[in-house]
């Protein structure tokens, strides 16, 4: 396994524990956090990359942030779910270096941790399972938000509790992209490390000891994107976070993420997302508000 993992941070959103008769069928299914399953009882599948897992009783199913998949289930199952959102940092996401095991065989310790975390946290259970309920901005926001109040004995316990839980996938996990030139995943490294300041074509091209050109053409190949376009994906999918997580100015959010000024970075999120950061945070903190007020 890459020795350039570090130490995320794991975001508990849900957990809960669903009994299902043959109505967890869903297709297309891409959420921008990690979800865990635990197989109590019954069967079920997962299709997920043109492949079909036979989901089994007493193990455990990880799938990755922004991972298309489906589920098809004909009779009765019984299972808990644990939603995470990952926020690296500026270091590279767990899942964009390693390719974790899909299915492991749950220890008896682990049952345990899954069912603790389920029980001191009831408020996050999901009030339905269609994922288009939940699977939104503003239910991802209400849920941050809720992290954001947790006690912070319960929290700390949470976070341990996940790290058990994701650490047994990672004791299986090879290194990703093994497909992918040593040269662009050197540059992907690069460019998730050093979100905090301008990047240029030039110097990554210049690292790979690779005309910009050259560099240009390989890495559009490997990625399907141009590595000017991959960087400003890379920065405003940081920034939606960081609106997220933190309370933070738009002007102090531009300059921590590299841009010259605010009305570059505000060009390039309302191009991107459609609308302009400071609309953007207004309806965050709005949606907190209401959360807390809920509460």
């Given at each position: 396994?890459?020795?350039?993992?570090?130490?995320?941070?794991?975001?508990?959103?849900?957990?809960?524990?669903?009994?299902?008769?043959?109505?967890?069928?869903w297709r297309n299914v891409c959420s921008p956090f990690i979800r865990i399953h635990f197989i109590e009882s019954g069967t079920a599948k997962l299709l997920r990359?043109?492949?079909?897992?036979?989901?089994?009783?007493?193990?455990?199913?990880?799938?990755?942030?922004?991972?298309?998949?489906?589920?098809q289930c004909e009779g009765p199952l019984s299972l808990y779910y644990i939603h995470i959102y990952e926020e690296p940092g500026n270091q590279q996401s767990v899942?964009?270096?390693?390719?974790?095991?899909?299915?492991?065989?749950?220890?008896?310790?682990?049952?345990?941790?899954?069912?603790?975390?389920?029980?001191?946290?009831?408020?996050?259970?999901?009030?339905?399972?269609?994922?288009?309920?939940?699977?939104?901005?503003?239910?991802?926001?209400?849920?941050?938000?809720?992290?954001?109040?947790?006690?912070?004995?319960?929290?700390?316990?949470?976070?341990?509790?996940?790290?058990?839980?994701?650490?047994?996938?990672?004791?299986?996990?090879?290194?990703?992209?093994?497909?992918?030139?040593?040269?662009?995943?050197?540059?992907?490294?690069?460019?998730?490390?050093?979100?905090?300041?301008?990047?240029?074509?030039?110097?990554?091209?210049?690292?790979?000891?690779?005309?910009?050109?050259?560099?240009?053409?390989?890495?559009?190949?490997?990625?399907?994107?141009?590595?000017?376009?991959?960087?400003?994906?890379?920065?405003?999918?940081?920034?939606?976070?960081?609106?997220?997580?933190?309370?933070?100015?738009?002007?102090?959010?531009?300059y921590s993420l590299g841009f010259e000024n605010d009305a570059y970075f505000n060009r390039f999120f309302k191009k991107m997302t459609g609308e302009n950061p400071?609309?953007?945070?207004?309806?965050?903190?709005?949606?907190?508000?209401?959360?807390?007020?809920?509460?």
């Amino acid at each position: 396994m890459s020795k350039e993992l570090t130490h995320p941070y794991f975001m508990l959103l849900n957990t809960g524990r669903a009994v299902h008769n043959a109505d967890w069928n869903w297709r297309n299914v891409c959420s921008p956090f990690i979800r865990i399953h635990f197989i109590e009882s019954g069967t079920a599948k997962l299709l997920r990359e043109d492949k079909t897992y036979e989901l089994k009783k007493n193990h455990l199913y990880l799938t990755p942030a922004y991972t298309t998949h489906g589920y098809q289930c004909e009779g009765p199952l019984s299972l808990y779910y644990i939603h995470i959102y990952e926020e690296p940092g500026n270091q590279q996401s767990v899942f964009d270096l390693v390719d974790v095991a899909v299915e492991i065989k749950a220890a008896p310790l682990v049952i345990q941790l899954i069912k603790r975390l389920t029980a001191i946290h009831p408020e996050r259970k999901l009030p339905h399972f269609d994922p288009w309920s939940y699977d939104n901005g503003p239910t991802l926001v209400r849920s941050i938000a809720r992290q954001k109040a947790a006690p912070l004995g319960y929290e700390m316990e949470a976070q341990g509790i996940i790290r058990q839980i994701v650490s047994r996938f990672l004791q299986q996990a090879a290194d990703k992209n093994l497909r992918i030139d040593k040269r662009i995943r050197q540059s992907l490294h690069y460019i998730r490390t050093h979100l905090d300041r301008p990047i240029s074509v030039d110097t990554l091209a210049e690292s790979c000891f690779l005309t910009k050109d050259h560099f240009i053409r390989l890495f559009k190949k490997d990625m399907g994107s141009t590595p000017g376009k991959y960087i400003q994906e890379q920065k405003i999918e940081k920034a939606r976070r960081m609106i997220m997580t933190r309370d933070i100015p738009v002007k102090d959010l531009a300059y921590s993420l590299g841009f010259e000024n605010d009305a570059y970075f505000n060009r390039f999120f309302k191009k991107m997302t459609g609308e302009n950061p400071g609309s953007y945070k207004k309806k965050i903190r709005a949606l907190e508000k209401e959360t807390a007020h809920n509460r």
